[in-house]
């Protein structure tokens, strides 16, 4: 059940990842709605690690 605590962290990777990309995206000059979806994608995942961390947080202080 330990692996569980890390795998909270694998969303700010991929939240990490997708702002490199809306930024490489942004400096090729793609269009606004390809930089917006990467953008948007990382946000998720950003509220997605607080989402975890919150449950798992009230988890344990049930126990």
Known sequence: MTYLKFIQYIYLI???FFFY???KK???GRPFND???SI???IVAIGM???RRHFQNKF???K
């Open 35 to 37: 930089v917006l979806l």
């Open 26 to 28: 942004h400096s090729e």
């Open 49 to 51: 690690f607080f989402f």
């Open 40 to 42: 948007i994608i990382a």
């Open 21 to 23: 990309d809306a930024f």
């Open 14 to 16: 991929f939240a990490g």
């Open 60 to 62: 344990q202080n049930r």
